[in-house]
Structures are given as C-alpha cells and as structure tokens.
C-alpha cells in the first residue's frame, strides 16, 4: 500500500505526463476532422480547454514535489516541445495553451518530501476530476471510432489510430483508479504488463511514422518498418514471459535497448521535422508527442532494469 507521500509523487508524476498526452489527442483529433463535422472538432477542442485546465492544477502543486527522474526523463516535456507547439500552432491554427510548458520548465524534483495532508487532499480531488475527464474522453474516442469504421464520418487521422489513443487513455484512467486504491504503480511486480502495453505502442508508433513520410524518404520508412517489426517481436516475446518468469530480465534488456534506439530515431525525426528537413504529413507536435511516450518507457525500464 502506498505511503501519502507516495501517493502525492505518483499521481502527480502520472499526471505531468498523461494530462499533456491526453490533451495532445484531443488536439489530433480536432484536426483530422473535416470542415462538415465542425461539431465534433468542437467537442474535441472542448476536451483539450478541460485537460488543459486539470494540467495547470497538477503543475501548481507539482514544484518540489515530484521524482527529479520524472522531469529529467523527457517525458513531461522535451527540449522540442515548445517550439513544437508553436509550429503546430502557425501550421494549424490550433488553440495550445504554450504557457504551461514553460510553466514546465522551471519544475524542480524532490527525491524526498514530508508529507502534506493538504497537498494529499488537493491531489485526490485532482485524481477524482481525471477519472471522470478521461472517462469521457474515452466515450468520446470511441464514439469517433464507431462513425469512422461505419464510414459515417472521414478524418485524416488513421482509423487504426483511434484504438491506439483509446488503449492509452483506458491505461491511463486503470492506473489513476489504482492510485485511488492506494495501489502501487511502478512496481517490478508491473514490469511485465508494463512491457506488454508499451512495445505494442511503440510498435504502432513505428507503423505510423512509416505510413506518414513522404514516399520519398526511403531510408526513414526502412528505419521505421524495421523497428514496427522488432516491437512486434518485442510484444509478442513480453507475453510469452508472463508463463515463464525467467525471462522477464531478458525481455527487459531487449526492450530497453530498442527503446533506446527508437527514442534517438523519434528525435532526430522530430529535430528534422522542425527545421524542415524531412518530407512527411507528421504534424509536428505529433513528432514530439511519440517521443515523449518513448522517454517515459525507457524511465520505466530503467527502474525495471537492475544491473542498468
């Protein structure tokens, strides 16, 4: 059972990080809508204000509170992120609330704290309106969902994107409710499901990044289809461990050393992005956005990896 300081640091760690992910759907989302469904674009965008809202609270009270791992990790923001956000915002004409990112950047970590009983309310109302946002985003999602594979709405989004962003946000809203529970997160009793969901999403990341290049780019889309093949490999190779403990160790190495490998390709391909230096349809916050969930693995396994 967690420890209230625990509970703090964990929930606010998850938050820094899923809020923006989570707010970043809603953003893809409202933009592969057409100008006919401007009513769900305007849903979406509702979603991003509401998660934008709740991001805000989780960053007042995350400053010398939060792991120092987690910040330093990339996965809250990256060194891309802003200027991301900007050029989605010149290329889109997207709403992006860029304050808070650099509210980011000045966080501090605190690897110990004294706990806070006002601090602990605050962050079990803020687990409390995640449930309930996330919950009706999924609903959203998968609304979205049912009118693409009916062919009753057409977005530019991929159809198989939609499940991949609903798989994270159900992820996203189990761990929330297990830290509700005072339920442990990151434990290396997780380490397995943990793998599992993520080397499928990094698989989905290389399968999407090779779909959205320009044909062109040919060495990028052979760089990307190898690694959509090695994760799937990965994935396969996580659930096969689960009947069989003594490999969980080796699935760990394999997976943080691939993870490694695509994180340095999902920054060069977002440095690339930016300077326009790479022909593709990724928008680029959509480049920084995968990048983070890769840094937010390989923190994982680290933790995970004993000898590392």
Not at 295 to 304: D, F, M, S, V
Request: charged residues 25%; neutral net charge; glycine residues 4%.
């Amino acid at each position: 059972m967690l420890t209230g300081t625990e509970f703090i640091k964990q929930s606010l760690g998850l938050h820094l990080f899923f809020l923006r992910i989570m707010k970043e759907h809603a953003i893809f989302l409202k933009l592969g809508f057409t100008p006919k469904n401007s009513g769900l674009a305007e849903q979406a965008d509702g979603f991003r204000i509401k998660l934008e809202v709740l991001l805000t609270e989780v960053v007042a009270m995350s400053n010398n509170v939060v792991s120092p791992d987690v910040l330093s990790s990339g996965e809250v923001i990256t060194t891309y992120t802003l200027n991301a956000e900007k050029t989605t915002q010149y290329f889109t004409g997207a709403n992006i609330d860029t304050r808070i990112t650099e509210e980011e950047a000045k966080l501090q970590g605190n690897p110990g704290m004294r706990l806070n009983i006002m601090l602990e309310n605050k962050v079990l109302m803020a687990n409390k309106k995640a449930i309930e946002l996330i919950s009706d985003l999924i609903k959203f999602k998968k609304m979205v969902l049912s009118d693409v594979l009916s062919c009753k709405i057409f977005t530019t989004n991929y159809p198989s994107m939609v499940p991949h962003i609903i798989g994270e946000a159900e992820f996203y809203l189990n761990m929330v409710k297990r830290l509700q529970d005072r339920e442990e997160i990151e434990s290396e009793k997780q380490v397995l499901k943990q793998a599992i969901f993520w080397n499928d999403i990094m698989a989905e990341h290389s399968e999407f990044i090779r779909g959205l290049l320009d044909p062109s780019e040919n060495k990028l889309i052979m760089t990307a289809n190898k690694f959509a093949n090695e994760f799937n490999k990965l994935e396969k190779e996580s659930k096969a461990a689960t009947e069989a403990t003594a490999h969980v160790q080796k699935v760990t190495r394999d997976s943080l050393k691939a993870t490694q490998e695509l994180r340095n390709f999902k920054a060069q391909g977002t440095k690339g992005i930016l300077e326009c230096k790479i022909k593709s349809i990724i928008i680029p916050l959509l480049a920084d956005h995968v990048l983070r969930e890769a840094n937010h693995y390989l923190r994982l396994l680290r933790k995970y990896d004993k000898v590392d």
